[in-house]
């Protein structure tokens, strides 16, 4: 009891919470099933669309008039980022990765090294990494996402920091949209 108040403790209270009733505790829990079930199902921003047609990107540097990939791929799932690029022989040019979201990166097991930009939510580039090797790691915890490409893409189309790229989705559809 609280001296002061004539009340229990709040202590004392939490004891009594924890020694609940069997109906109680299967109510509970049911209700954390349906909370699980209810999140499932719910169209968050950063899980992948669903029953995504085939798609890709054409990569274009605004600033320069470059072109730094004709086919990126698109890793927006917690799988598919978390695969990235392993697995894969090599990076043929014109080819990619957009990893969103993504801070970070590293190469431990890869076969290749790759280039990577680090872009903002606006698609700025926040920071370029040139032939990262096998087992390199890199990170930029001011962006947003990044975009992995073949080794010597960077240097032959002068992306530096600041520039301005624009992500054009290509697919089986004859329109074309921007991200």
Known sequence: MDRLQGKPSVRRQHRHRRHSSVGEEKSRCSGVIRLAELVATMRLPWRSKPNRTAQWLLVRNETRGTTLAQRA??????????????????????????????????????????????????????????????????????????LELPSGTIKQTGTQRGDQLALHIMNANPHRDSV
């Open 73 to 146: 791929d698109i890793a927006d799932s917690a799988a598919s980022r978390r695969k990235g690029l392993l697995g894969r022989q090599q990076l043929d040019k014109g080819e990619g990765l957009w990893i969103v979201p993504c801070q970070g990166v590293h190469c431990w097991g890869m076969q290749f090294a790759i280039d990577l930009v680090y872009l903002d939510s606006k698609r700025r580039v926040r920071k370029v990494r040139a032939n990262v090797k096998p087992w390199g790691l890199s990170a930029s915890l001011t962006s947003h996402s990044v």
